[in-house]
């Protein structure tokens, strides 16, 4: 008796082992298809990035193309703004500007100024949640550029130029067959009101307040 009670204890044992082997390889196979679903799932993320995302034609994507104009400007004597306020200076040709921080961010109908600083054009661009700033230029006088609103794509502020879109802080296109960024960039400060007041006394400064609908540049 004593024997057979050993046999079905033996024989139990195994079965539990079986029972546990068959779980952690259960679980192993339900873990490997959570990776292989994950890996296929991010696709499109990952396309999405500069050069790998599917062809888009934002004039078709229905993304506002919409910029500020030609801001209205107030010189430094009458400017009523803060010291302390933060500020992003451009200098050109002898002459400067400033453009208050607080106007750039926030609503992204305020993230792109297509100005005229002389008869040089300057297009001030900044993306609030990546805290990027980029200052652009051309060759040509007498006409702002026509750099417009794009989107965002994962919290990263996209640029419109014609109907092609480029990653903000990169300035690279979203497609790898679109045509490089075609503004070089130019230096700027970002520093307080007062300080660049008294490096250039004969500065203005744009403090905001512009409806950017008003000032939509629309491409064919």
Not at 31 to 38: D, H, K, P, Q, S
Not at 131 to 148: D, F, I
Not at 177 to 198: A, C, L, Q
Request: proline share 8%; net charge neutral.
């Amino acid at each position: 008796m004593s024997t057979i009670s050993n046999d079905s204890g033996d024989r139990a044992a195994r079965s539990n082992l079986r029972a546990r082997m068959l779980v952690v390889l259960v679980s192993f196979a339900a873990l490997a298809l959570l990776v292989i679903a994950g890996i296929f799932l991010s696709g499109p993320q990952t396309s999405a990035q500069p050069g790998h995302r599917e062809p888009i034609n934002l004039a078709k994507a229905g993304i506002p193309a919409f910029a500020i104009d030609k801001p209205p400007t107030v010189a430094a004597a009458q400017a009523e703004v803060r010291d302390e306020a933060e500020v992003l200076g451009v200098s050109l040709d002898g002459k400067h500007r400033a453009y208050l921080m607080k106007a750039l961010k926030g609503s992204p109908m305020g993230h792109i100024i297509n100005d005229l600083l002389g008869d040089v054009p300057v297009t001030i661009s900044h993306c609030d949640m990546t805290n990027c700033t980029k200052v652009l230029t051309s060759e040509s006088r007498g006409a702002p550029l026509k750099v417009l609103f794009g989107g965002r794509i994962y919290r990263r502020l996209c640029l419109r130029i014609g109907d092609t879109g480029y990653i903000q802080d990169t300035l690279q296109p979203l497609l790898s067959e679109d045509p490089p960024f075609p503004y070089p960039t130019i230096p700027y400060v970002r520093t307080t009101w007062k300080e660049w007041r008294e490096a250039h006394p004969d500065t203005d400064i744009f403090v905001g307040g512009v409806n950017p609908f008003v000032h939509d540049v629309k491409h064919k």
